[in-house]
């Protein structure tokens, strides 16, 4: 039945888009999966518009003929938030990738449109604030969807302090331009609805002048802990980073194998630190940073090149986890800083119990933990002990305070974590919320709430409790 | 394992790879390519690989990509057969003399890149020292390039030989694993004991890989050059493969020390849109490719463009700018009229 459906709006779809942009048979699986590669979808077919009218009639056709679908940009979520569970039409953004205009501080872009390319089409003064470590791919649709965050959220915030305003298609095939207003704005809301609610058509997003100076510092530690410490104590000193990123040994020695090679010292923690601001600022600002590192028992360093190669072992850390192992979890609970000293601990000591190797790199500045768990994907027990180790890890993490996702989402990936954090009534109320948007329940099913049934192993090791 | 499964599908190749930033499907991207590889599904995106290999300088997790491709590509009657006459580029002037004219989409594609065609230079002298090396395209499109390599060399006092012939990149990029290591194999018997001046730079780059001895002229130029000085502004265009082995590094060397004044244009490495034979076969995407090339070359408000590696020059050309080998700037530089 859903096959027939589907089979008989190709033609449809493709007098819209073209032929050759309409993808069927075998080849659709090469969208079957993004950043999360433990499960993968069966999409009946991928349709990729080429700009705003087309993808517009695109998804009203979808809705109108009652066709579930996914929107995709880069495929890059690492919670599995474009996987198609039950053979959904993927509709590809990632051709509607235009700068439309520009002017003052702001700029307003198609969602396809890769993050890096936005402070590119931007005047020379002036940034793109949110950085994911996918900044180079990742498209802007991608990361309003998932509010996604960078080394750089720590003072600029995550991807929803920088958008001004989005154009959706909504489930009803209304588009409609949402503001940001002091009066129930409903911009907020499509920002982190990993496409469950409507469809981002463009984007106007903030631009930040550029720092006068930035200025990077390293320092080692001898232990976790007292690198959690100096994150926390940095903050007393009323300094706010602009960046404030931890590395422990494990991932120290995954980047030192990988193309990211940076010499980077062989210690239990190594912190990244960026200042900006006027000259004067950053100096006062290091002298203070520079005391905090030395009453914590670190010690700075000093690379040659200044850093630039730290900042890339940093930022290319998630896959260059691939010289371990072809697959990896990363987890991104959120813990008040206060707790990273402790949960650090506490993760560690989970790794040695499950016996698996648990590479920690994270926004320590924001306490947003990312530990990596690598898993090999042709042996399902590896699968499921990776699984296992993460779901113990978030338990604890919620313990201390934490949320399940500081920025990657929920996706298929972390589901069981919500009916954690939140309690009935709570997410009745978000399971309101999206039923008033879509209540065919036709964007991006499973997604983020939930509500669909395991269809195999993993997918059970994943939502369900023993 | 299989070099594919290498790979943790994150992505962070698609916007390096010039075939994905002009299509922007998953089919058409290095991650797609490998997913098809790794799932053992046919794709098309198999075939329209380029075969630059940008996205191996992307791969934070190692992929050996132009291994994998290399494996898995079947090289079509028609590719093997230009091949074949590129492989002798006297037979590949005579071939394309008396193609003109003929009616077929492949020989019209051929002329519209490449206008002309000249016999290929040969040149030995008694006992030489030098053997150069001008790659086969280069041999017959830029004869006047070789002469001025030639010049150049002979001007240090070299006794050269010129030897015309090819590297097999190309057969090697299609997947024809036999004849390309027969050509290697030949080489290295030919190369053997002598020092090899190479001049089409990603062929250096590829016999290198290979295992031989070569030079790139821009290392000889390096190590040969006196203090001298041009007065031009160029832009530079960095050929993929001589990128990737960090054999640009040297050409932009010698760019330094002769004082050019270069003005740099958006992502030198960016494939020119000729990918080898590539434009003969894929003739939709390597047109959009060579405009999104163009257009970054136009923003450096220059028309003189470096370019090192024969098939970037054409399609430069082609595009209305002026490619130069760094021979011409050596040698040729009263041609170049800089105004
Ligand atoms: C190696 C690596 C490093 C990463 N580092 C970071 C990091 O530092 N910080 C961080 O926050 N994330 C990070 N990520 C995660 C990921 O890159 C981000 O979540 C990113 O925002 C996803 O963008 P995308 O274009 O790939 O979206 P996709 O993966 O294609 O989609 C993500 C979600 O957005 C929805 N969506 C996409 N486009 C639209 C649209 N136009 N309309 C409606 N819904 C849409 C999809 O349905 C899905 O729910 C990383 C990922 C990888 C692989
Ligand atoms: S070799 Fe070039 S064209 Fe082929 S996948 Fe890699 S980047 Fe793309
Ligand atoms: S080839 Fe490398 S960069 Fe591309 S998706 Fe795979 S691991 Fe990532």
Redesign the interface.
Known sequence: MRLFKVMNIHDELASIVGEKWVITGKETRLYSYDGFTAVEGDPSMVVLPGNEEEAIRVVRLLLERQVKFVMRGTGTSLSGATVPLGGEVVVGMARLNRVYSQSGLEIEVGPGIANAMVTKNAPPHLFYAPDPSSYMVSSIGGNISHDSGGVHVVKYGPTVNSVVSVRVILAGGQVEDVEYGPFLSSLPIFVGAEGTLGGILRARLRLFPKPATRKSIFATFDSVRDAGRAVVDIFRTGVIPSALEMMDRNTIRVVERSRYRANAPDVEALLLIELDGSEEAVSEQENLVSRVIKEDNGERIYPDDGGTKLWNARKGAFPAMGVVAPAYLTLDCNVPREALPDVLAGVAEIGRRKGVLIANVFHAGDGNLHPLIPYFPDKAESLKLALETSAEIMKFALRMGGVPSGEHGIGIEKLKYMDMYYNKEELQVLRRIKSVFDPGNLLNPCKLLGGCRPRDEVTRWMWEWD | ?GLE????????C??ACPTYVVT????HSPR?RI??VR?G?????IETCMFCRRCEL??????EYGKLIHNVREESPVKKALNVVMERPQLAYRFFKSSEGLNSPVVRRIHELIPRMEAPLEYREESPEIILFPGCLMSVAFRRTVNNALLFIKSRGYRVEILNGCCGLSHYSEGDKVRSNALIQQLRERFKGRRVVSLSSNCSAHMREMGLNVEDFSEFALSELRDEKRKLTITIHDPCHANLMGITKSTRKVVERLGINVVEMDEPSFECGAGGGYFIYHPEIADRVMDVKAEKVKRSGQKLVLSTNPACSLALAFKGFRPLHLADILEGIEDLNPS
Not at chain 2, 41 to 45: D, K, V
Not at chain 2, 58 to 63: E, I, K, L, R
Request: net charge negative; with cysteine; aromatic share 4%.
């Open positions: 394992m499964d290498a790979c943790v599908h994150c992505g962070f698609l916007e922007r499907s998953e089919i797609g997913t098809s799932l599904i046919s794709s098309e995106g992307a791969c934070p997790s190692g992929v």
